[in-house]
DNA sequence: GCTCATGATGTTATTTTATAACATTTCTAA
DNA sequence: TTAGAAATGTTATAAAATAACATCATGAGC
């Protein structure tokens, strides 16, 4: 087992990954079932490739290889309409500052959103910070603002690449 | 002088609009002489075609305005260099999850880029909350990770849209 | 005033990201 | 089993951004 067991897996942190996406296929799954929302084989095809690492994926690269999976070339459309079901289900999580998707650590929770992008290593951390949301709504509704998506997108440096790079 | 002078002047809330903008491109010109940074002729007039509404513009709207004024084709590229001296000087903001750049109310200031995001009007209201950035900065700090460009965008609906559509 | 190094802009082409419009297939509920 | 809805396939195009290289402008130092 990793030595970082009180740590939530990274792109950085070397982990049982198998493991870690089938978790996530198992997870959305139960969500969809509950819900009586259809993964597909495609979306659930689609998911692992968003899960194949720790980092945000871009949807082109998802589409490359879905195509060399089937050794023919795929749609753009396949992709972003899958991309489209798996974000409305909070299942992924689109990076804006990326253009760029990353699997939900926690699908079924409170989904605020929020990341640490490190410029070094690329890896979105996913957060849930509930101090942030609620100075965010503070704000808001001291101007009469409702929220409906807050999206936090901290870029910096993650705390592996500060130790390798110092 | 409009109802609302303890408000900041936003796309929806009637103003001197011209006086708007050219208190914007005054206060760009003073920063960078300040700075020894060159606000040139083609980065002064985007600048101003960024302020020429209050709501985030493309940087393609921006390239037709400006090739319609010149009566000719300007090439993308020259738009968008002019936007990256832009926000590198913090003149302009752009906002990620509508690929759009917005005039930055208070340049020189602290610069937080934080956005409430009106999907009603498109307005893109900027707020600068104290709160806010110091949760975002706690957070990053119990994860070791350094942070070097907070981006806050929140999605939702704003006092006059809600107050418009109830 | 010249000159040259640097920064700014021009030009052409291409890449990356995303969506429109419509046809076909698959699934589900009656 | 069979409409109707949802999902996927197909083709084309739009929107956003950058690469590579040429030329022009500007200001510091002579």
Redesign the interface.
């Known amino acids: 087992m990793s030595a970082h067991t009180d740590h939530a897996h990274t792109a950085a942190a070397p982990h049982d990954h198998a493991h870690c996406v089938a978790d996530a296929l198992t997870r959305a799954d139960a969500l969809c079932a509950e819900r009586g929302a259809r993964l597909t084989i495609l979306r659930r095809r689609v998911l692992e490739l968003v899960w194949s690492s720790h980092r945000p994926r871009g949807a082109y690269a998802i589409l490359e290889d879905l195509s060399q999976q089937d050794g023919k070339a795929t749609a753009p459309l396949t992709v972003y309409r899958a991309l489209e079901f798996l974000v409305d289900q909070g299942l992924v999580h689109r990076i804006?500052?990326l253009n760029a998707y990353v699997g939900c650590a926690a699908p079924g929770a409170s989904h605020s959103g929020?990341f640490?992008v490190?410029?070094g290593c690329g890896d979105a951390?996913e957060?849930d910070?509930p101090?942030?949301r609620?100075?965010?709504d503070?704000?808001?509704t001291v101007?009469?603002?409702?929220?409906?998506?807050?999206?936090?997108?901290?870029?910096?440096?993650?705390?592996d690449c500060?130790e390798k790079h110092p």
């Open positions: 804006e500052s929020q640490l490190c410029e951390a957060i910070d101090s942030i609620s100075a965010i503070a704000a808001a101007r009469g603002f409702r929220v409906q998506r807050p999206t936090v997108e901290v870029r910096g440096v993650c705390k500060q």
